[in-house]
């Protein structure tokens, strides 16, 4: 586009959930500023990589999440005029449930690498800033939350008021793993709250005793709708430090659907929930059993909640809060001047 400054994105893929929760839903706002966004994925050959090395000469690049082995990172490094890396995951550690355990000399190697070549390191919570800093320095290293555009859930419907209280949980097949260290509390909440259900919103579907499970097959499309039909938002990460890499988007999708939540109180999940505000912190089943019970007998604590929720996110995590650090970052970094915030 005549006029624009463009924007090379290099990511796993244009529909990756990173990609669209922290790039592509700024691209109103990047145009409006004067910048277009072009997506590049990862070459699969030596070849392909060349050609992509070309296609980044003097342009501005956000390499998303890849860690690179040092040598291409030099690569792009050496082909782009500015160079930026978003994260949001603790991507130079294993995950919680890996058998190897956390560390990973190779996987911190990379980051290290990719921190001290990146004119600007963008991460989506405080610890991941705090790790990039140790090896970048603090002047080019921001903090970007992962947002949600809101404006797609203002015309969701409510959440019932019915006698029942429908819970939800949505994520990845091994994202699964959480609710099953949780198997227990859940099925001991089916014990005790006969009306209380289970929305899962995944490709798998594990079953609970006492606790009604309903499926439902993740797609874009349904997200919205399928997350605000249920009554209440839930989520547990284990306590870690590839936990407080974590971002807290299902948290976010919950309370932009207007939803009260309940999480442990781990990395970002202490930051987006002010217990009693608009959720409960819970650890033990009796944290648990104490907040559904005030929720399941009191209907309208469950909408105040979840009003103030939305108001959180509306406030700090929405696409339209969050637009002019991107934008103020690429117009400094293009004037060749960085002031961390």
Known sequence: MEGFLEIVALVESEEHVCTRYRLSAYKEHFGKSGYTLRYLTWPKSLLGLLSLAAKLQNKTVILQRKLPPAWMTWLI???CKHLIFD???????????SKKGLDDRS????FIAISKAADAMVAGNRFLADSATHYAGAAKVFVIPTVIETSKYQNAPAGTLSDSLKMVWIGSKSTLQSLEIIRPILEELGKTFPNLSLKIICDSFPTFDHLKVSPVQWQESNEVAEISAADLGICFMPDDRWSRGK??????????????????PVGVHSEIIRHGHNGFLATTYEDWANAIALLYKNKEQQKAMGSRGREIVDSLYSVNANA?????????LTHQKLQAG
């Not at 948290?251 to 442990?264: H, S, T």
Request: proline fraction near 2%; aromatic fraction near 12%; charged fraction near 20%.
């Open 247 to 264: 971002c807290g988007l299902k948290l976010l999708q919950y309370m932009a659907a207007g939803l009260p939540v309940i999480a442990n």
């Open 107 to 110: 996987k911190l190697a990379r």
């Open 77 to 79: 490094r050496r082909s």
């Open 324 to 332: 002019t650090h991107w934008v103020t970052l690429l117009n400094t």
């Open 87 to 97: 994260f949001d995951d603790a991507i130079f550690l294993r995950d919680s449930y």
